[in-house]
C-alpha cells in the first residue's frame, strides 16, 4: 500500500523557500529515488509560512528508509542549518486519482491527511463510491490523493 509524509518546516536562514526546494529537487530528490521505492517527491510552500515535502512511496518502510536519508540531508546542508522540523504527518494512501489536468509547468496542490477511526477500507470505499465523481469534476485537476 502507498504510504505517504509530509514535513514542514520553519526557519530560512538566508536562503528563501524557492531556494532550499530548487537545492531539495536537485540534490535530495535523486538520493531518495535511487534508494527505490519512491513515487512522488514534491516540495512545498504552505500558506501558514512553513515549507516542506510530500513524499509518497511503495510501503512504510521505504518511507521510514527516505525519512532517514532526507534527516541525514537536512543535517549535512549548510542551507538547510535554520531549518527545524516542526511536523511530520504520515499514513498510508487511501485514494488516488488522476485528473484531466495537464502536469507540465508548476502545479498547486491541496493534500488532504485525515486522522479517523473509520477502517482504511472503509475510507477507500467511500472516497471511490461516493466521492470519486465529484473528485474528478474539479476544474483543472491534475491528480487526488488522499
Same mark, same amino acid.
Given at each position: 500500500? &502507498? ?14 523557500v524557492d531556494q532550499l526546494s ?11 529515488? &535511487? ?6 517527491? &514534491? ?50 494512501? /487511501? ?13 498547486? /496542490? ?36 488522499t
Amino acid at each position: 500500500m &502507498a504510504y505517504v509524509m509530509a514535513r514542514m518546516f520553519t526557519g530560512l536562514g538566508t536562503s528563501t523557500v524557492d531556494q532550499l526546494s530548487a537545492l531539495a529537487i536537485q540534490d535530495l530528490a535523486p538520493k531518495l529515488a &535511487a534508494k527505490g521505492g519512491l513515487i512522488r517527491y &514534491a516540495t512545498i510552500s504552505y500558506s501558514d509560512g512553513r515549507y516542506g515535502s510530500f513524499s509518497v512511496y511503495e510501503s512504510s518502510e521505504i518511507a521510514k528508509s527516505g525519512a532517514q536519508v532526507a534527516t541525514d540531508w537536512v543535517k549535512s546542508q549548510a542551507a538547510m542549518q535554520a531549518a527545524r522540523l516542526d511536523q511530520t504527518m504520515e499514513g498510508e494512501v /487511501a485514494f488516488a486519482l488522476r485528473g484531466p489536468a495537464d502536469n507540465n509547468g508548476r502545479l498547486h /496542490a491541496i493534500a488532504r491527511i485525515y486522522r479517523t477511526d473509520a477502517s482504511l477500507d472503509d475510507l477507500k470505499h467511500a472516497l471511490e463510491n461516493e466521492g470519486s465523481e465529484t473528485i474528478r469534476s474539479f476544474q483543472g485537476l491534475a491528480a487526488c490523493r488522499t
